[in-house]
């Protein structure tokens, strides 16, 4: 018999899920959990949920209208099941003011940048406050996408932002499939590590 924890953040509904036993998952503890994708349009945040999600590349650039929402289950240790819930939401501007309401309940976000434009990274301070403004500080991983394609922003910039986010830096490309998966590995890790804490604190 497994039991299946979910966020206390996640709908009424859910909550009186808490109280029950589910047997579907045999001896595997599930947690469910949301993740959001941050960064300019066309960097390719679409394309790396397709890719891990879907395990599909489209070539052809279709903004994202709004926001769609993901699911996929994740094994990161042996008993350990997550199901993530991955919101991938528009980057343009005309989106901002959705973007807040998106970015409630999140237990993680992935900011990505694309390689070859350093404009893509000139806004970063901006994206990650207005999502701390809402969540206050959640596992947060940078994805620089598109490296199989040559690279136009210097290192020295993005040490600076590894080291002023202390945040881990993920050399990404959704064509190519590299280092996809290990991204959303490291943040699932990474979200039930801090989880794991925030329970053992004294209330
Ligand atoms: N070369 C290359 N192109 C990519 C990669 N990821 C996305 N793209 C392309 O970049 C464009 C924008 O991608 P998309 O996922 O829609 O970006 P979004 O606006 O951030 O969701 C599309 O034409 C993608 O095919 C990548 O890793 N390498
Ligand atoms: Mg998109």
Same mark, same amino acid.
């Given at each position: 018999?497994?039991?299946?924890?979910? $966020?206390?953040?996640?709908?009424? %509904?859910?909550? *009186?899920?808490?109280? *029950?036993?589910? $047997?579907? /998952?045999?001896?595997?503890?599930?947690?469910?959990? !949301?993740? %959001?994708?941050?960064?300019?349009g066309a960097v390719g945040k679409t394309s790396l949920v397709g890719r891990y999600v879907y395990d599909s590349f489209e070539g052809d650039y279709l903004a994202t209208i709004g926001t769609d929402i993901h699911v996929k289950m994740?094994?990161?240790?042996?008993?350990?099941?997550?199901?993530?819930?991955? *919101?991938?939401?528009?980057?343009?501007?005309?989106?901002?003011?959705?973007? !807040?309401?998106?970015?409630?309940?999140?237990? &993680?976000?992935?900011?990505?940048?694309?390689? @070859?434009?350093?404009?893509?990274?000139?806004?970063? +301070?901006? *994206?990650?406050?207005?999502?701390?403004?809402?969540? &206050?500080?959640?596992?947060?991983?940078?994805?620089?996408?598109?490296?199989?394609?040559?690279?136009?922003?210097?290192?020295?910039?993005?040490? !600076?932002?590894?080291?002023?986010?202390?945040? +881990? /830096?993920?050399?990404?490309?959704?064509?190519? +499939? @590299?280092?996809?998966?290990?991204?959303?590995?490291?943040?699932?890790?990474?979200?039930?590590?801090?989880?794991?804490?925030?329970?053992?604190?004294?209330?």
């Amino acid at each position: 018999m497994a039991i299946v924890l979910l $966020d206390e953040c996640h709908s009424g %509904v859910n909550n *009186w899920l808490n109280l *029950w036993r589910v $047997d579907a /998952l045999s001896e595997n503890i599930a947690y469910l959990k !949301k993740l %959001v994708f941050l960064g300019e349009g066309a960097v390719g945040k679409t394309s790396l949920v397709g890719r891990y999600v879907y395990d599909s590349f489209e070539g052809d650039y279709l903004a994202t209208i709004g926001t769609d929402i993901h699911v996929k289950m994740i094994q990161v240790e042996d008993d350990v099941l997550v199901k993530l819930v991955i *919101w991938d939401i528009a980057g343009q501007d005309d989106f901002a003011q959705l973007r !807040k309401a998106y970015y409630v309940n999140s237990s &993680g976000a992935f900011f990505v940048f694309d390689t @070859t434009r350093p404009e893509t990274i000139e806004r970063v +301070d901006e *994206w990650i406050d207005a999502l701390y403004d809402v969540t &206050g500080e959640i596992p947060l991983v940078l994805l620089e996408n598109k490296v199989d394609l040559e690279t136009a922003i210097s290192k020295e910039n993005i040490k !600076k932002l590894v080291h002023k986010y202390k945040v +881990d /830096l993920i050399r990404t490309s959704a064509k190519e +499939d @590299t280092n996809v998966e290990k991204a959303f590995k490291k943040m699932t890790k990474e979200i039930l590590r801090r989880a794991r804490i925030q329970r053992r604190k004294p209330i």
